[in-house]
């Protein structure tokens, strides 16, 4: 159930802005830095998501707190959310998925509806650019942001074909920047590239394709960045470790707590 919070559609004074990667289960960690940034009275105030990134973004945004949001996910069987279909875009289908996050984020919920503004970056498979969304209809955009290319079964959306944003854009800053004097961005990258990895078997060596692949157009955005926060113990999980949810959180957490001094040295004088 959607969280019945007072004064709902009113956004939050201004704070940092908070642009939040992909990253399967190492996306948990945004959570963790989510809950530090509360506990050290840091305010956040617009969100831009992607793949794991956009779920922990949307839920944040929708008026549930860190730890809540590792509740659902620990309760959650990830396999059992997957439907296999065989189709001629993606093996497994998403409706499950939409079932349970209609459930807790409500079927009709639009972006104008968040407790915080918020943009979703997708990737159009056809046109080959990266889309965001930050008005209207909620759930298809979140779907779409977070579907997995060839493993999921891509989202039809405006006339669009659309798959994981992170495929082009895994730390999508573009929608946060603004004109001097707009609030700092700080981008919560759960990818740290580990230059000594080992790839003792073929799986390993395609993950490590992929993560080569999508680490290299966060480059630039992550200089775009204000702060960049990467926690490095991240190197020690892989991206389908979500049985280790609460020590992904805990990572996060540490981390952001680690950062105090440089993440208030960001926020105006007085706050």
């Excluded at 704070?15 to 289960?25: T, V």
């Excluded at 050290?40 to 949307?58: E, Q």
């Excluded at 992170?166 to 001097?180: Q, T, W, Y």
Aim: charged share 15%; glycine share 8%.
């Amino acid at each position: 159930m959607v969280p019945e919070l007072e004064g709902r559609s009113q956004k939050p004074a201004a704070g940092l802005s908070l642009a939040l990667s992909g990253g399967g289960a190492r996306g948990i960690a945004h959570l963790g830095v989510l809950a530090a940034l509360e506990e050290l009275a840091i305010p956040v105030g617009r969100l831009a998501g992607v793949s794991s990134g956009a779920i922990a973004a949307t839920f944040y945004a929708a008026g549930f707190a860190p730890r809540e949001i590792l509740r659902l996910l620990q309760t959650t069987n990830v396999v059992r959310l997957t439907r296999p279909v065989f189709s001629r875009h993606g093996l497994l289908g998403l409706d499950a998925v939409e079932q349970l996050l209609a459930r807790h984020l409500g079927q009709q919920q639009r972006f104008e509806d968040l407790n915080r503004p918020l943009t979703l970056a997708a990737t159009d498979l056809c046109a080959g650019e990266t889309v965001y969304f930050s008005e209207g209809p909620l759930l298809l955009p979140l779907l779409a942001s977070s579907a997995v290319p060839i493993l999921y079964r891509p989202i039809e959306y405006q006339g669009r074909l659309l798959v994981d944003g992170g495929l082009l854009n895994n730390l999508p800053v573009e929608p946060l920047l603004g004109p001097p004097g707009s609030p700092p961005v700080v981008g919560v990258h759960c990818n740290p590239l580990n230059r000594e990895a080992r790839l003792p078997t073929l799986r390993r060596v395609i993950e490590r394709t992929l993560q080569l692949a999508i680490h290299a157009n966060t480059i630039t955005r992550q200089a775009q960045c204000a702060l960049l926060l990467e926690p490095p113990e991240l190197l020690n999980y892989r991206p389908l470790d979500y049985r280790k949810a609460a020590e992904l959180y805990a990572v996060g957490y540490r981390y952001a707590l680690s950062q105090e001094a440089a993440l208030r040295a960001l926020l105006p004088t007085g706050i």
